[in-house]
């Protein structure tokens, strides 16, 4: 009987310590996770977590060069209109099954009808075929430059690699099941929105030998799990990875920097070269009164970049005034456009709305409560437009609901909105193409819909450029023509570093961008 009874005992123990030695990876990152699909939405979290259940053909890497990634091999005609990819051997998704040229196929159309980087690429594709279940070919109509970057493009929208009956979902809809081929598999039935995702290591994926560099090289699942827990409270986050109930914290605000370079385990991180984070205002461009461009244009004179910046990160180290829609600091910073970043005039505002034939009704603006430099950037404009005399209507909501709410069309009594605040990474905004925001593809574009056919011509004279010296010409002419259209308007940029228990953790990966979780090892 005691023999039984020690058996029963240690059968009963063993899960426990498999358990205890089991290498977790608790985060705070900057949003929480609603959204599993990357490709229907470009909210960074959910490009986080896309990065984590699913792969990219190509990686873009610390310099912003293409990397292959699933790709094993490549080769691309003389002429530049024909190329043939080979995925690599060992491809599997988490249910188990090959990693198919169908299912790159079917997921790079769903991504190509969705994102604008896709878009545009897929707008060269005159054919993409499958050769066999490995090899497949795509096919341009002329040669365009921007072919790899695109599909190796570090912020969102990835262009994730999906399951074929996954990516024959309407890119108008949201996929369900989140099942990639990348280092974490999604635990779905953990999952819980308000609280936090969980990650299970991916024992069957292969990374690549080369050393990791941003989305480029191996792709190592060092830990068993990975934790993303939602803490909405800065100072409790803050709190938490000084005592050690985190590891991780992707975007300490500011303020608690000079605590965290004190506290003992604890150190700060610089995500990249250029800084991390851009912020914008986007304006509804289908709705009255931003249907009008002089309307859109009164929006420049209620934006002074160092009210914004000023109270989002306090610290001027970390923060740059930057007039233009293009990354101050990038390859292709330029002053088209800047004219209408120079006065802040609410009395002027005002007058130039009244010219465009607002009448005072009220302007929606979605106030997200819940995130750390979209709410208190919101607030800010917020402020502005009273102190103008704009009937504003505030609809306060979590950013997860904003991110839901900025999709839909309809006029603002009908659900839709006027305004919403939202940032952008800064590497992706200092590239044209890779900038999804300055796009301006009408119904086909990002939430705002901003409609100017000549923006388009040159994001597309931009790809095909000869040369760096007219790469920065066309991007002079664009920014010019984007600002006065008002794609969005810019309250500056800045540059907060990441956060973690050194004493627990290493192997982090940079990235501008998106967060990159894999690579991480804990002790």
Not at 106 to 134: F, H, I
Request: aromatic share 8%; glycine share 8%; with cysteine.
């Amino acid at each position: 009987m005691m023999v039984r009874v020690l058996a029963v005992l240690a059968a009963l123990l063993l899960p426990l310590a498999a358990s205890a030695q089991e290498k977790v990876l608790r985060a705070v990152m900057h949003a929480d996770v609603r959204v599993i699909d990357p490709v229907w939405t470009t909210q960074t979290i959910a490009n986080i977590h896309g990065a984590l259940v699913y792969d990219t053909l190509f990686g873009n890497d610390a310099d912003q060069k293409p990397q292959p990634q699933m790709v094993g091999k490549y080769e691309i005609s003389p002429d530049r209109l024909n190329y043939t990819f080979t995925l690599r051997d060992g491809l599997k998704f988490h249910d188990g099954s090959p990693v198919t040229t169908r299912d790159v196929i079917a997921s790079l159309k769903r991504w190509g009808a969705k994102d604008g980087v896709g878009q545009r690429l897929m707008g060269y594709v005159t054919e993409m075929k499958a050769v066999d279940d490995k090899s497949f070919t795509m096919t341009l109509k002329e040669p365009y430059g921007m072919v790899l970057e695109s599909l190796g493009k570090s912020g969102s929208s990835i262009a994730a690699i999906m399951r074929e009956k996954d990516a024959m979902t309407d890119p108008q809809q949201q996929v369900k099941e989140s099942v990639g081929s990348g280092p974490f598999i999604f635990a779905k039935d953990q999952w819980v929105p308000g609280s936090k995702a969980v990650y299970l290591k991916n024992k069957d994926y292969l990374p690549r030998s080369e050393p990791p560099s941003s989305f480029a090289g191996g792709k190592v699942p060092g830990v068993d799990r990975i934790e993303l827990i939602w803490m909405p409270d800065p100072q409790t986050a803050m709190s938490a990875l000084i005592n050690g109930e985190i590891d991780f914290w992707e975007n300490p605000n500011t303020d608690f920097l000079p605590l965290l370079e004190k506290a003992k385990g604890v150190k700060l991180l610089k995500t990249g070269k250029i800084d991390s984070t851009q912020g914008m205002i986007r304006l509804n461009h289908l709705q009255p009164p931003f249907d009008n461009p002089k309307a859109r244009q009164a929006m420049y004179y209620l934006i002074n970049q160092e009210d914004f910046l000023r109270t989002i990160v306090g610290d001027p180290r970390y923060y740059k005034v930057c007039p233009g829609l293009l990354t101050c600091g990038g390859p292709y910073e330029n002053d088209g456009g800047a004219q209408w970043m120079k006065e802040y005039s609410p009395k002027k505002a005002l007058q130039l709305l009244k010219e465009a034939g607002y009448k005072g009704e009220p302007i929606t603006v979605l106030a997200a409560t819940d995130h750390n430099t979209i709410t208190p950037a919101t607030q800010v404009l917020i402020q502005a437009m009273r102190e103008a005399g704009i009937n504003v209507d505030v609809q306060s909501m979590d950013w997860g609901s904003v991110v839901t709410r900025r999709a839909k069309k309809d006029p603002p009594v009908q659900g839709g909105w006027n305004i919403f605040v939202t940032t952008s990474g800064g590497v992706g905004s200092s590239n044209p193409v890779l900038h999804t925001w300055i796009g301006a593809a009408c119904d086909k574009g990002l939430f705002g819909w901003p409609c100017d056919p000549e923006v388009e011509k040159l994001r597309n004279a931009f790809g095909m450029a000869k040369d760096e010296a007219e790469r920065k010409t066309v991007a002079n002419a664009l920014q010019a023509r984007a600002m006065d259209d008002v794609v969005f308007l810019p309250f500056g940029q800045w540059d907060a570093p990441l956060a973690y228990r050194a004493d627990r953790i290493s192997g982090i990966v940079p990235n501008t961008g998106l967060a990159v979780l894999w690579g991480i090892t804990k002790k």
